[in-house]
Structure formats: structure tokens, C-alpha cells
């Protein structure tokens, strides 16, 4: 199997951590590279959400795993393409969140992952699948209590990290993913409902990004 992956330096890294079996050939493209004409069996983007390039790339006749976590697959240019959740800090962790609506698709994609040796899951096709959402949720939370004065940043990211075990605390995890990641996930989310409107001060520090 011949595996293409568009990535920055950084992702890279993440792949590699992943691990890929010596029978896979391993094509790397930069995020400003143009994957369109490129051979292979297994497409990996992990730029298709960022702003600098071209996005929606058709690879004909191959399935693409797109680095869309907002995006679902019902508003993709082109049909040939499946998400994963490639946000910092969610690529590196023991499985990797997938979602598309194809079941075709969907099998084609089980079976090559497994290839890979990779585990994954597949989450609900919906803005911000599972992870994202729920993460964006509790950063948002927290930009709320940091409006009502309950505590500084680096307070409550102790708190949380503390009470709840998790990696991060919610400031350093909207650093790590991006404010601006976050805050256009929530904005799409409360379109539909009022509980995902972004904080004040999360909107105001995004735009000023």
C-alpha cells in the first residue's frame, strides 16, 4: 500500500509517533503542495481545514481523509472524502476519531486503517464529531467562569487538571487547538443551539488572533 500524506512538520511527527508498517511506501507532501496528481492507495490531508491552502483537493478515484473537524461530509465539494479529527492534541492519543456517512466508504476505510495497524472509532458526521465538541464545551465553560471572576487562567487550568485528570487544563488546551479552531466550532454548534454560543471573552480573544 502506497500512504500520501500532506502535513506541516509537526503532524508529521504525530504520524510517525502512530506508527507505519515497513510494507507501506509513504509519499509527504508540505501543506502548500497540490496532492491532486499525486499516486497512491491511501490519502491522508491533514491541511484540508487550513485557511493558507487550497482545501478541497480531488484525488480521482481515491478515498481522502480530510483534516475536517467542523466541516461534515454532506457539505464536501466532492464525495470521495472521509474525516478524522487531526486537531492538536487529538491525532496523538490511542484512537482516532473518524466520521462519514457512506457506509461503503466507511468500510473501505476500516479495512485500510487496519492495514495501517491504527485503532480508531467512528463518531456521529456532525460539526465538531464527538471529541471537539465536547472539549470545545469545556473551554468555553471556562471562559465563562472567567468572566464571572471565579478564578484566573492558570487556576483553573490547575483545578481541572487536578479534579478531573485530563491532559490539560481549558486555557492551555484553546492554546494548544487553536482559539480560533474553537471559537468558529462553537459559533457553527449555536446555529442550532443556544448552549454552544461562544463566551464574550473567547469570541473577543479569537478575533483578535
Not at 10 to 21: A, F
Request: hydrophobic share 40%.
Amino acid at each position: 500500500m502506497h500512504l500520501v500524506v500532506r502535513a506541516n512538520d509537526h503532524q508529521r511527527e504525530e504520524v510517525l509517533k502512530k506508527g507505519i508498517p515497513e510494507n507501506i511506501r509513504v509519499s509527504w507532501f508540505s501543506p502548500t503542495d497540490l496532492i491532486e496528481e499525486a499516486e497512491g492507495d491511501l490519502f491522508f490531508d491533514f491541511c484540508y481545514d487550513c485557511e493558507h491552502t487550497s482545501g478541497n483537493i480531488f484525488v480521482k478515484g481515491r478515498i481522502v481523509f480530510a483534516n475536517a473537524v467542523i466541516t461534515t461530509t454532506q457539505e464536501f465539494k466532492h464525495k470521495n472524502y472521509l474525516r478524522f479529527n487531526g486537531w492538536p492534541t487529538f491525532f496523538e492519543t490511542d484512537k482516532l476519531e473518524l466520521a462519514c456517512s457512506d457506509e461503503q466508504i466507511k468500510q473501505w476505510a476500516s479495512e485500510a486503517l487496519e492495514l495501517l495497524g491504527w485503532k480508531f472509532f467512528w463518531a456521529p458526521d456532525l460539526p465538531g464529531m464527538t471529541t471537539a465538541r465536547v472539549v470545545s464545551m469545556i473551554i468555553n465553560e471556562a471562559y465563562f467562569g472567567l468572566e464571572d471572576g471565579i478564578s484566573s487562567e492558570a487556576d483553573i487550568d490547575i483545578a481541572m487538571k487536578l479534579g478531573t485528570g485530563y491532559p490539560y487544563g481549558p486555557f492551555e488546551w484553546a492554546e494548544k487547538i487553536g482559539i480560533s479552531k474553537v471559537y468558529h466550532l462553537l459559533e457553527k454548534l449555536a446555529l442550532s443551539d443556544v448552549r454552544y454560543k461562544p463566551a464574550a471573552l473567547l469570541q473577543q480573544k479569537a478575533i483578535s488572533v
